[in-house]
């Protein structure tokens, strides 16, 4: 077994004696196993992650530096889960995992996950580092229990991930005014100022007004989800689901 400094994650260490082992995250923060909830010998140790980057409901990739330690004479373990889905809980299928070379001192590791929908909102990620190999019988979008399971050494940090969406008519606007009203066409609801909304115009079957600036449902843009479905026979009618699975 390593020594409590041999394998851990940034440069403080909390021995995580208190409440990150049950998974939940109570404070809906991630500070679950930070000072305030950890009193024996606590210390705010998520320092392993400098800054947490970016990251827009659209990407499908997303990686982060974290800084480890393994002085042991084994190698050591990195697990880390996004909650990229926010289901709530780290699934098998958001784990990506590194091995950490015995002996090799204090580094940055780089954590890519691929193929991922984040989606709008806050989302969170553990990572953990041990000497342990973990495993577990989960499949799929299961929990991980390797998430939750105590280990022999190592280190366990929790944070909090901002996913943020902006409209296209805002990161990219149009420079289109058809009827010269000073509202480009992109957020202009009648852009032939006819007096007929330009979702009346359009000669196709029902029609989604979107709370987006009035932009078209995009399984890439979760966001753009109706307010209203319009019948095409003048009707407005309450909030539908027509058809975008990200809403």
Known sequence: MSSGHDIKLGAALDFESAHWGDGTDANGDATDDDTVDDPVNGIDDEDSIAVIPSIEADDTSFSLDISVTNNHTNNANLYVWFDSDGSGTFDVDELETAVIAAGSGTNNETITWNGIVPKFGQRYLR???????????????DPDPRAIVQASDGEVEDYGVPVTYIPPSISNPSSTDTDNDGVMDDIDVDDDNDGILDVDEIDSAPTDLFVDWFEPASGTAPS???TVLHTADGEYNPLVHAGNAAC
């Open 127 to 141: 990572a953990r580092i041990t000497s342990d190999n973990l495993t577990t019988t989960a499949t799929g979008s």
């Open 224 to 226: 753009h989800c109706p």
